[in-house]
């Protein structure tokens, strides 16, 4: 069996690396692709995903022999086990590395073995994270230990990016069953290490919680009270890297507005922003779909009470700032004001707590204070400043006026008059620092979260 394993391997490997893009990006396709005749990329197509469920059985087969020697005499101290699981480690991230971009310009049975074969490997990878979950590390077993996948980032980075990658399919039907063959596995493998589950990798299933089709939000919600009562506040966590990922996909989408245009030109720019605002529509359905799936009436977990409040402050804070993460140039000033109207949707839970009123006031107060009284307040959109109006407004947080300089808060009631009409005010702040963002953080692109610094604890605290 090792000799086989070794063999297949090494065909599995030769055959990749022969029909991969470089790795100094360039764009130039690999002559492979042309010098051979299409029956031949086909038959390597599935050689490699039949080669894959191959390596992926004999580990299987390997670890249940090893296990048979942990409380007896005999074995090879798991050595072999070891050997075969790092050798498909290693031909899944040469699989991932397959990835193409859906718009290039190649061969539809180049796209095609992309596809077949990156789907494959998230379907073995997920299967060998739970095979060998994180939580071996703690095991006593010397070669359990070793083959624990403590580091799984470069099999989540790949998932990730090809699960983005077929968003658009996935929400047209274009191909039967795609949401049982890719989604299913990903959340087989969240549900079986959600104690130490990756976020980001959760919310990018989550976001097929709707517009994919009624098998994927079906599935999605299984998957969602599964996660649920394992680690409810990670499954918080995981709702916002869902939500600001969708908010970032529509920033980046909006359409720009042409200058001196013809008809045509004015034609198309109306449609597009039509349907960019359709699109933000979709996500705060989204975002409802996700706030009413953490229970019915009142919340499934009591862990969840304290953590919604970091939740809507991370939020807040999120919506008020204006960096950008790649390390560019700062966005310009209220840009992602937007996003307030996606957060309220989880203020139900958290609006009926007084001392959680409160301390949102405190922290919207003085955020929304900032922004009013920096220089570029004036360049700031109207309908961006409709959504700290219609936050207010929902949060229950009254609207702040100015009067013979001290700071009065009216309650909405009072406050349906006059609006519109803000000035700059300095609130009172909280005798407790605002709880740390949500540790969803900002993943890299192999997948590894990345906990986001700022002020405060942890988000349940």
Same mark, same amino acid.
Request: net charge negative; hydrophobic share 35%.
């Given at each position: 069996? &090792? =000799?086989?394993?070794?063999?297949?391997?090494?065909?599995?490997?030769?055959?990749?690396?022969?029909?991969?893009?470089?790795?100094?990006?360039?764009?130039k396709v690999p002559e492979i692709w042309e010098s051979l005749p299409k029956d031949i990329h086909l038959l390597v197509e599935e050689s490699v995903v039949a080669g894959l469920s191959f390596l992926f059985s004999t580990t299987f087969w390997a670890y249940?022999?090893?296990? =048979?020697?942990?409380?007896?005499?005999?074995?090879?101290?798991?050595?072999?086990?070891?050997?075969?699981?790092?050798?498909?480690?290693?031909?899944?991230?040469?699989?991932?590395?397959?990835?193409?971009?859906?718009?290039? %310009?190649?061969?539809?049975?180049?796209?095609?073995?992309?596809?077949?074969?990156?789907?494959?490997?998230?379907?073995?990878?997920? %299967?060998?994270?739970?095979?060998?979950?994180?939580?071996?590390?703690?095991?006593?077993?010397?070669?359990?230990?070793?083959?624990?996948?403590?580091?799984?980032?470069?099999?989540?980075? $790949?998932?990730?990016?090809?699960?983005?990658?077929?968003?658009?399919?996935?929400?047209?039907?274009?191909?039967?069953?795609?949401?049982?063959?890719?989604?299913?596995?990903?959340?087989?493998?969240?549900? $079986?290490?959600?104690?130490?589950?990756?976020?980001?990798?959760?919310?990018?299933?989550?976001?097929?919680?709707?517009?994919?089709?009624? &098998?994927?939000?079906d599935l999605v919600s299984a998957m969602s009270r599964a996660l649920k009562k394992v680690e409810p506040v990670r499954l918080l966590e995981a709702h916002m890297a869902c939500i600001r990922q969708g908010f970032d996909d529509w920033v980046e989408a909006?359409?720009?507005?042409?200058?001196?245009?013809?008809?045509?030109?004015?034609?198309?720019? &109306?449609?597009?922003?039509?349907?960019?605002?359709?699109?933000?529509?979709?996500?705060?359905?989204?975002?409802?779909?996700?706030?009413?799936?953490?229970?019915?009436?009142?919340?499934?977990?009591?862990?969840?009470?304290?953590?919604?409040?970091?939740?809507?402050?991370?939020?807040?804070?999120?919506?008020?700032?204006?960096?950008?993460?790649?390390?560019?140039?700062?966005?310009?000033?209220?840009?992602?004001?937007?996003?307030?109207?996606?957060?309220?949707?989880?203020?139900?839970?958290?609006?009926?707590?007084?001392?959680?009123?409160?301390?949102?006031?405190?922290?919207?107060?003085?955020?929304?204070?900032?922004?009013?009284?920096?220089?570029?307040?004036?360049?700031?959109?109207?309908?961006?400043?409709?959504?700290?109006?219609?936050?207010?407004?929902?949060?229950?947080? $009254?609207?702040?006026?100015?009067?013979?300089? %001290?700071? =009065?808060?009216?309650?909405?009631?009072?406050?349906?008059?006059?609006?519109?009409?803000?000035?700059?005010?300095?609130?009172?702040?909280?005798?407790?620092?605002?709880?740390?963002?949500?540790?969803?953080?900002?993943?890299?692109?192999?997948?590894?979260?990345?906990?986001?610094?700022?002020? $405060?604890?942890?988000?349940?605290?």
């Open positions: 069996v &090792e =000799k086989l394993s070794v063999a297949t391997s090494e065909s599995i490997a030769r055959d990749l690396n022969d029909r991969k893009f470089t790795d100094e990006g360039d764009d249940g022999e090893h296990l =048979k020697t942990i409380d007896g005499e005999g074995g090879d101290g798991g050595v072999a086990l070891v050997a075969m699981r790092d050798r498909l480690l290693k031909l899944l991230s040469l699989s991932f590395e397959m990835y193409v971009e859906e718009g290039q %310009d190649i061969r539809q049975y180049h796209k095609s073995f992309s596809r077949r074969v990156q789907a494959h490997a998230i379907n073995i990878a997920c %299967d060998l994270r739970n095979l060998f979950p994180k939580r071996f590390q703690n095991k006593a077993d010397t070669a359990l230990r070793a083959c624990a996948l403590s580091d799984d980032s470069h099999l989540i980075g $790949g998932t990730v990016r090809f699960l983005r990658c077929q968003e658009q399919q996935l929400s047209s039907d274009e191909i039967p069953d795609l949401s049982r063959r890719l989604l299913l596995p990903i959340a087989r493998g969240l549900c $079986g290490n959600w104690m130490l589950g990756n976020r980001r990798e959760a919310g990018a299933v989550l976001n097929h919680i709707t517009g994919s089709g009624s &098998e994927a939000a909006e359409p720009e507005e042409p200058q001196d245009p013809s008809d045509e030109e004015e034609e198309e720019f &109306e449609e597009a922003d039509k349907a960019h605002k359709a699109k933000f529509e979709l996500i705060e359905h989204q975002a409802k779909r996700l706030s009413a799936s953490l229970g019915v009436g009142k919340l499934s977990d009591k862990s969840l009470k304290p953590a919604l409040l970091g939740f809507v402050r991370e939020g807040v804070r999120f919506a008020f700032s204006t960096d950008d993460p790649s390390g560019e140039e700062n966005l310009f000033l209220g840009a992602r004001l937007p996003f307030l109207n996606l957060l309220s949707k989880y203020l139900n839970w958290v609006r009926k707590d007084k001392n959680a009123v409160e301390m949102i006031r405190a922290d919207f107060n003085q955020r929304e204070a900032d922004l009013r009284n920096h220089p570029d307040v004036k360049d700031v959109m109207e309908d961006d400043l409709q959504s700290i109006v219609d936050f207010r407004k929902a949060a229950n947080l $009254g609207t702040f006026l100015v009067e013979d300089d %001290d700071e =009065k808060t009216k309650d909405d009631a009072s406050a349906a008059s006059g609006s519109a009409s803000y000035r700059s005010i300095v609130s009172k702040t909280s005798t407790q620092k605002s709880l740390s963002p949500l540790p969803e953080g900002e993943e890299d692109q192999e997948g590894s979260d990345v906990e986001e610094k700022s002020e $405060g604890n942890s988000l349940a605290s």
